[in-house]
Antibody
């Protein structure tokens, strides 16, 4: 069974930093793209960043580029999101998710989600 | 960015009755490989999102057959043939065609009348 368990969320002041972790199990972690998606209070889902199976390619949404960094440790089956220079608008539940292929797909698609971890940026 | 517009925002439904959710894209979701990467997610209260449908009309494993997806190009629909109590939650469409910049619809809240 695919399991994704996030941790590291909490209350942080504006300008502060936080590191989110996601522990993966139940599948070959090093064979999948992984991604972070967030949902701000009262708003919809927003893709934040994703990373290739071996960590050689990373993409970040414009609003976090230069402040957030996605990374992974395949030896530990873990995904991370380092968040620096946090702003009030970064307040959200952050979900770790797997991107998988179906059949002869060219593009990976989010197929499994974790439970999420809440990040609150406030003074 | 590709904008996905869902309607309605809220959908009160009587148990056992059908429900339909629309998702319209600001750009075509047909990819160069011929696939259309339009997916539907369900988020029950207090739970994480769960994918129901991928590539327009394919049900994920374990998804009841009362859920079905259809559409093409820029217009897509999720239908629930007979709503059950466990279907309460928020439903999102999601496009993966313009990966890695995937985007989501604003969500439709399904509730029981």
């Amino acid at each position: 069974e695919v399991q994704l368990v996030e941790s590291g969320g909490g209350l942080v002041q504006p300008g502060g930093s936080l590191r989110l972790s996601c522990a993966a199990s139940g599948f070959s972690f090093n064979s999948y793209w992984m991604t972070w998606v967030r949902r701000a209070p009262g708003k919809g889902l927003e893709w934040v960043a994703n990373i290739k199976e071996d960590g050689s390619e990373k993409y970040h949404v414009d609003s976090v580029r230069g402040r957030f960094t996605i990374s992974r440790d395949n030896a530990k089956n873990s995904l991370y999101l380092q968040m620096n220079s946090l702003r009030a608008e970064d307040t959200a539940v952050y979900y770790c998710a797997r991107e998988g292929y179906s059949g002869y797909d060219t593009l990976p698609q989010v197929d499994y989600w974790g439970q999420g971890t809440l990040v609150t940026v406030s003074s | 960015d590709v904008v996905l517009t869902q309607s309605p925002l809220s959908l009160p439904v009587t148990l056992g009755q059908p429900a339909s959710i629309s998702c319209r894209s600001s750009q075509s979701l047909v990819y160069s490989d011929g696939n259309t990467y339009l997916n539907w997610l369900q988020q029950r209260p207090g739970q994480s999102p769960r994918r129901l449908i991928y590539k327009v009309s394919n049900r994920d494993s374990g998804v009841p057959d009362r859920f079905s997806g259809s559409g093409s190009g820029t217009d897509f629909t999720l239908k629930i043939s007979r709503v059950e109590a466990e279907d309460v939650g928020v439903y999102y469409c999601m496009q993966g065609t313009h990966w890695p910049q995937v985007t989501f619809g604003g969500g439709t809240k399904v509730e029981i009348k």
